[in-house]
C-alpha cells in the first residue's frame, strides 16, 4: 500500500513545501512594509492591517504547511531509505536551519504585535534573502546531489 501511495504522498510533500516558502518568502516582505510606517495614530489603522495579516498568513498558511512537510518528509525519507544518504543529511540539516528561520519569523510576528518591533525596513529586506538562499541550497541538494552519488 505505501509504495500506491509513495508518489500521492510526495506530491502533497512538494505542495506543503511550495506553501510554506510563498509564506517564508511573503512574510519577510509584510515585515518591511510594515516597519516602513511612520510612527504614531496616523498609521495605526495600516498597522493594524499588517499585524493581522502577519498573524494569519503564519497561523493558517506557514504553521499547517511546516507542519505537514515536516510529516510528509519524514515519512517519505524513512519509506525510500534516503535517510543514510549524505546528501539528505545536508538536506536535513538545511532544513532544520529553515524552521529555524521559520521560528525567528514567528517571534517578529509577536513582536510586531505587541508595537515591540526596533528594526527598521532595510533589516527586513536582507532577512527576506534567508529563506531563498536556503531553498536554493536544499533544491540543488534534492536535484543534482553534488558529490553525494545518486
Same mark, same amino acid.
Given at each position: +500500500?505505501?509504495?500506491?501511495?509513495?508518489?500521492?504522498?510526495?506530491?502533497?510533500?512538494?505542495?506543503a513545501v511550495i506553501s510554506w516558502m510563498a509564506g517564508l518568502l511573503y512574510l519577510p516582505r509584510l515585515f518591511v512594509y510594515?516597519?516602513?510606517?511612520?510612527?504614531?495614530?496616523?498609521?495605526?489603522?495600516?498597522?493594524?492591517?499588517?499585524? /493581522?495579516?502577519?498573524?494569519?498568513?503564519?497561523?493558517a498558511i506557514m504553521n499547517p504547511a511546516m507542519i505537514v512537510t515536516w510529516l510528509l518528509g519524514l515519512f517519505l525519507v524513512w519509506q525510500s531509505g534516503f535517510y543514510a544518504s549524505g546528501w539528505m543529511?545536508?538536506?536535513?540539516?538545511? /532544513?532544520?536551519? +529553515?524552521?529555524?528561520?521559520?521560528?525567528?519569523?514567528?517571534? +517578529? /510576528?509577536?513582536?510586531f504585535a505587541a508595537d515591540r518591533n526596533a528594526r527598521n525596513h532595510r533589516f527586513y529586506r536582507m532577512v527576506n534573502e534567508v529563506p531563498t538562499l536556503l531553498m536554493v541550497a536544499i533544491v540543488i541538494l534534492v536535484i543534482v546531489k553534488p558529490g553525494f552519488g545518486s
Amino acid at each position: +500500500m505505501a509504495d500506491t501511495l509513495y508518489p500521492w504522498i510526495k506530491a502533497i510533500h512538494v505542495i506543503a513545501v511550495i506553501s510554506w516558502m510563498a509564506g517564508l518568502l511573503y512574510l519577510p516582505r509584510l515585515f518591511v512594509y510594515h516597519a516602513s510606517l511612520p510612527k504614531g495614530p496616523a498609521s495605526s489603522a495600516q498597522s493594524e492591517t499588517f499585524k /493581522v495579516m502577519e498573524r494569519r498568513l503564519m497561523k493558517a498558511i506557514m504553521n499547517p504547511a511546516m507542519i505537514v512537510t515536516w510529516l510528509l518528509g519524514l515519512f517519505l525519507v524513512w519509506q525510500s531509505g534516503f535517510y543514510a544518504s549524505g546528501w539528505m543529511q545536508a538536506k536535513f540539516a538545511l /532544513v532544520l536551519a +529553515m524552521s529555524g528561520c521559520h521560528g525567528w519569523f514567528s517571534r +517578529m /510576528v509577536k513582536d510586531f504585535a505587541a508595537d515591540r518591533n526596533a528594526r527598521n525596513h532595510r533589516f527586513y529586506r536582507m532577512v527576506n534573502e534567508v529563506p531563498t538562499l536556503l531553498m536554493v541550497a536544499i533544491v540543488i541538494l534534492v536535484i543534482v546531489k553534488p558529490g553525494f552519488g545518486s
